[in-house]
Nanobody
Framework: QVRLVESGGGSVQAGRSLRLSCAPS????????MAWFRKNPGGKEREGIA?????????LYADSVKGRFAASKDNAKNTLYLQMNSLTPEDTAMYYC???????????????????WGQGTQVTVVS
């Protein structure tokens, strides 16, 4: 069974940066895409914030993080990264990575499109 493991979360002051990583546990596998989602305190659903397509390397972002966050992927390691800059208290959330093994034809920010998930890493931004 494919498992993903996130790391790099923590507590930081507003305006600072953090870098999250997501690596597979249990072997290397081919992905169609890998994405970052987050769920803030009291949130009902996970918000898709960034995706990287394995074949093209293209990345897409939610408006809420565009220009501040940058997602990248090391295909050799199947490891996904999220560089988060200019953090604000509104970015406080549990951050999850997800992997899609094939294209279901849905929207990248729909969590139903993903087949494997990590347990999450907490990011807390204090003002």
């Amino acid at each position: 069974q494919v498992r993903l493991v996130e790391s790099g979360g923590g507590s930081v002051q507003a305006g600072r940066s953090l870098r999250l990583s997501c690596a597979p546990s249990g072997g290397i596998y081919e992905t169609f895409s890998m994405a970052w989602f987050r769920k803030n305190p009291g949130g009902k659903e996970r918000e898709g914030i960034a995706v990287v397509y394995t074949g093209s390397g293209n990345a897409l972002y939610a408006d809420s993080v565009k220009g501040r966050f940058a997602a990248s992927k090391d295909n050799a390691k199947n490891t996904l990264y999220l560089q988060m800059n200019s953090l604000t208290p509104e970015d406080t959330a549990m951050y999850y990575c997800a992997a899609s093994f094939y294209d279901d034809g849905g929207m990248w920010y729909d969590d139903n499109e993903y087949h494997a998930w990590g347990q999450g890493t907490q990011v807390t931004v204090v003002s």
